[in-house]
């Protein structure tokens, strides 16, 4: 198969580099084609985050959607969840956001609630209208917009629900890493627990995160919240980098939750409502998760990776919770789209009912000896798979989303992310001293390519 094509359009948004591959032009012609696609003229909303690069870029999508006769509502610099949560009102949205990359990146994501066409379909039409030039109509041009931001809009429908909170003073940290939730994340949480004490970190709008990653489930991101957590003797600490989708729990101790820790605690939090209902995950959810969803009376539904649209599945599914390969959770009470800001309520409510700590929490949660997916430099699966069959000696399964190779340990799953030009590992094994043992004879295996060290500091980082 050959290399996948190195472009900044992947299957279901936009992502590169601010520096030579993103251009205002590129941002006016996708709003003349997202516009164009809408098929609406006064229902689209447009925010983005708080990247140096966004606030031009997000002038010149308005300007494309103007350009074919659409006015927009502009929503500033707000959360991803917020651009989402007009939806409820509006036809069709647009963000602009480098979700979770370094700021030197930039992108675009949208939804068109009108549009037949999927998100792949809507890609390729958008790069082929700025390959080929995508015009204004004439006499078309709308030059009034509006400006109004759904995010408080978003802030009072939690307040709705939460609106008899548990009178439990807990002491918590939160961390917005200096992206789109610093300055609203202390005061939102604080009005809808108001017995409980927030205090905040990396509380600052910064279009550099202050040298952070902006993305909440990365390990170095939120060392310092671990600190302050264990320094102030708080009960907990909450990351929230308002692009990703994905939320991080530190418990009294400091200690961050792995990810499938917090996917357990999701899943316990969920075990009244679960029974009779469908639970959708990807081929990346543990096995003992899956037993654990038939046991409290669920259905657990398999959702391929490659598949894009999983907010779509949720809502044709009606499933009650969603759980997708990049640690973010779905629901359906959230539109089927996925639970961030809501998630975060959601298990505050949980802990401060049952009067638990999340130290003593983690204690109940069986051991998994599991990786999340470790991603690596593309290079030919056909040769990376002829070298791990001459490891364990054994021919590879296929998989809804890759092969698997079973070694004595345990097995891993391969998986190309033609998106990224990437490989994905995933190693299961059966305890802790298999899974390291899986790893590093992985490892050895490509020890001739330049997998093998991304392969081994990927695997240190998340261990």
């Known amino acids: 198969m050959p290399r996948p094509e190195a472009t900044i359009y992947r299957s279901d948004h936009i992502l590169g580099k601010v520096d030579g591959e993103l251009t205002p032009e590129l941002y006016r012609s996708w709003g003349r084609t997202l516009g164009r696609l809408s098929l609406v003229k006064d229902q689209i909303s447009v925010g983005s985050d708080g990247r140096e690069s966004s606030e031009g870029f997000r002038s010149a999508l308005k300007e494309g959607f103007a350009d074919v006769g659409v006015r927009v509502f502009d929503l500033g610099v707000v959360p991803h969840v917020a651009s989402l949560f007009s939806l409820q009102r509006l036809e069709g949205t647009a963000h602009i956001s480098g979700m979770g990359m370094p700021c030197a990146f930039n992108g675009l994501r949208w939804m068109l609630s009108k549009s037949p066409l999927s998100h792949q379909e809507q890609c390729r039409i958008l790069r082929q209208d700025a390959e080929q030039g995508c015009s204004p109509l004439e006499g078309e041009r709308c030059k009034k917009g509006r400006y109004y931001s759904f995010l408080q809009d978003w802030i009072d429908w939690h307040q709705q629900i939460w ?59 939120i060392k310092q919240l671990g600190r302050e957590v264990d320094i102030r003797r708080a009960d ?22 792995r990810v499938h820790e917090l996917s357990w605690l999701m899943l316990q939090s969920y075990a009244t409502a679960i029974p009779g209902e469908q639970v959708l995950h990807t081929t990346i959810f543990p096995e003992i998760f899956i037993k654990e969803i038939q046991r409290l009376g669920g259905t657990p539904v398999l959702v391929p990776m490659a598949d894009t649209g999983f907010s779509v599945r949720m809502q044709e599914t009606g499933a009650i919770l969603g759980f997708d390969h990049r640690g973010r959770f779905f629901g359906r009470t959230c539109f ?10 959601w298990l505050i409510d949980f802990l401060a009912q049952r009067r638990i700590r999340l130290s003593e929490f983690r204690r109940t949660i069986p051991p998994c000896f599991s990786t999340q997916e470790l991603k690596t430099p593309w290079l030919e699966p056909k040769d990376v798979g002829k070298l791990l069959q001459a490891k364990w000696n054994v021919k590879p399964d296929k998989t809804m989303d890759g092969v698997r190779f079973s070694g004595p340990n345990g097995h891993v799953d391969l998986r190309e992310d033609r998106d990224y030009a990437q490989l994905a590992f995933q190693f299961v094994a059966k305890n802790h001293q298999m899974l390291d043992q899986m790893v590093d004879e992985c490892v050895s295996a490509l020890g001739d390519t330049e997998l093998a060290s991304p392969l081994d500091d990927a695997y240190r980082i998340n261990r």
């Open 163 to 221: 609106f008899d909170t548990p009178k439990v003073p807990l002491h918590i940290i939160v961390d917005p890493l200096h992206g789109t939730w610093t300055r609203v994340l202390r005061k939102a949480l604080q009005v809808i627990f108001p017995a409980m004490v927030f205090e905040a970190i990396h509380e600052e709008l910064d279009p550099h995160y202050g040298g952070l990653i902006p993305c909440a489930g990365n390990p170095e991101s």
């Open 336 to 345: 089927g789209l996925y639970i961030s800001f809501f998630a975060v309520c």
């Open 236 to 257: 907990m600490g909450i990351a929230l980098d308002g692009e990703t989708g994905i939320f991080s729990f530190c418990d009294d101790h400091g200690i961050p939750l």
